[in-house]
T-cell receptor, first 111, second 113 residues
Framework: GENVEQHPSTLSVQEGDSAVIKCTYS??????FPWYKQELGKRPQLIID???NVGEKKDQRIAVTLNKTAKHFSLHITETQPEDSAVYFC??????????WGAGTKLIIKP | KAGVTQTPRYLIKTRGQQVTLSCSPI?????VSWYQQTPGQGLQFLFE???????NKGNFPGRFSGRQFSNSRSEMNVSTLELGDSALYLC????????????FGSGTRLTVV
């Protein structure tokens, strides 16, 4: 079955610096690539997603890049702020409408 | 617009009992998915319902079941509860499948004692 790995499992960055989280998947049929953010004690929220016919997508300080050949996609957060502290999940999806979730990356923003 | 509503928020049950959780999706959303979240296992997919039919199912035992009503509201049932069923159960709705982006509910925290 599909195998999804996120790296790193924990990331600590200085406020104002950039953060990058990488997600590697195994299923070549994956065609949908979302990132979800879950703050402590709250529900997961979709923050950005990309489809297989697009290589990059940006939304203000957040961007996602996709490399289908290498089967990985990454979340980029620039100018990090305290409210970016959360657990981030990648969850590549296939044409069967199923997402396979990564184990999560805990992002810590140091003041 | 109203979000995804899950009830109850918290539940304490005894081993061997059964429990029913409820999820009301965003108006117009026909797909409802259920997830189990635990600190050690992350988000585990239980099942997805679309137009009252189970469209996808995860790798959970038959003690976990669900259904969806004509108004898209969904219920999840767990029978013969085990201590390991203690978790946060999240419901998520979309227009038509996960590829449209989930909106999650706040979850039901189930504790089995």
């Amino acid at each position: 079955g599909e195998n999804v790995e996120q790296h790193p499992s924990t990331l600590s960055v200085q406020e104002g610096d950039s953060a990058v989280i990488k997600c590697t998947y195994s299923d070549s049929a994956s065609n949908y690539f979302p990132w979800y953010k879950q703050e402590l004690g709250k529900r997961p929220q979709l923050i950005i997603d990309i489809r297989s016919n697009v290589g990059e997508k940006k939304d203000q300080r957040i961007a996602v890049t996709l490399n289908k050949t290498a089967k990985h996609f990454s979340l980029h957060i620039t100018e990090t702020q305290p409210e970016d502290s959360a657990v981030y999940f990648c969850a590549p999806g296939d044409s069967n409408y199923q997402l396979i979730w990564g184990a999560g990356t805990k992002l810590i923003i140091k003041p | 617009k109203a979000g995804v509503t899950q009830t109850p928020r918290y539940l304490i049950k005894t081993r061997g009992q059964q429990v029913t959780l409820s999820c009301s999706p965003i108006s117009g959303h026909r797909s409802v998915s259920w997830y189990q979240q635990t600190p050690g296992q992350g988000l585990q997919f239980l099942f997805e319902y679309f137009s009252e039919t189970q469209r996808n199912k995860g790798n959970f035992p038959g003690r976990f079941s669900g259904r969806q009503f004509s108004n898209s509201r969904s219920e999840m049932n767990v029978s013969t509860l085990e201590l390991g069923d203690s978790a946060l159960y999240l419901c998520a709705s979309t227009l038509d499948g996960a590829n449209y982006g989930y909106t999650f509910g706040s979850g039901t925290r189930l504790t089995v004692v």
